[in-house]
């Protein structure tokens, strides 16, 4: 087949499909060749960037023979607006009732509760707290403290 290249086509599950394209092809024409009726729920990623413009081809993307592009099929269908990303600057800041229960978002408020007490005991008991402690609480304090803005704060 000359004039033909060989991509392979990845799947999250780890499967693959061997396309044999043209340089020449565009992406949709390769989403439309290979996913018929579905060309809006796959999005194709190649060297972590996710290809949107479905008018190039894959000569201008550096597409090869035998390189490997990653499939990925959303569960609905979206608009070509809705697949483009949002400026992060105008984004909108989660609110704490939108942010999922998670082992990861309860830690912070567990270390302060840790933290805390320990402040407690130290204040209350300081003759169990030797000076290179109590230096290593603040130390520790500080940098949490840090760490807490840097999630939570704007």
């Known amino acids: 087949c000359s004039g033909f290249i060989k991509i392979r086509l990845k799947f999250l599950n780890d499967t693959e499909e061997v396309a044999m394209v043209r340089?020449?092809?565009?992406?949709?024409?390769?989403?439309?060749?290979?996913?018929?009726?579905?060309?809006?729920?796959?999005?194709?990623?190649?060297?972590?960037?996710?290809?949107?413009?479905?008018?190039?081809?894959?000569?201008?993307?550096?597409?090869?023979?035998?390189?490997?592009?990653?499939?990925?099929?959303?569960?609905?269908?979206?608009?070509?607006?809705?697949?483009?990303?949002?400026?992060?600057?105008?984004?909108a800041t989660p609110d704490a009732a939108s942010l999922p229960l998670s082992a990861g978002n309860l830690m912070v408020p567990a270390v302060m509760v840790v933290l805390a007490a320990v402040w407690y005991f130290r204040i209350n008991y300081r003759q169990l707290f030797t000076a290179p402690a109590t230096v290593s609480l603040i130390g520790v304090t500080v940098l949490f403290s840090f760490l807490a803005f840097g999630v939570y704060g704007q």
């Open 23 to 91: 340089p020449e092809d565009t992406v949709g024409g390769l989403k439309s060749k290979y996913f018929p009726g579905q060309e809006n729920q796959m999005k194709f990623i190649y060297r972590g960037q996710l290809l949107q413009d479905q008018g190039r081809t894959l000569r201008s993307l550096h597409i090869t023979d035998n390189c490997v592009i990653h499939c990925h099929r959303s569960r609905c269908a979206t608009t070509a607006t809705a697949t483009t990303l949002p400026d992060p600057s105008t984004a």
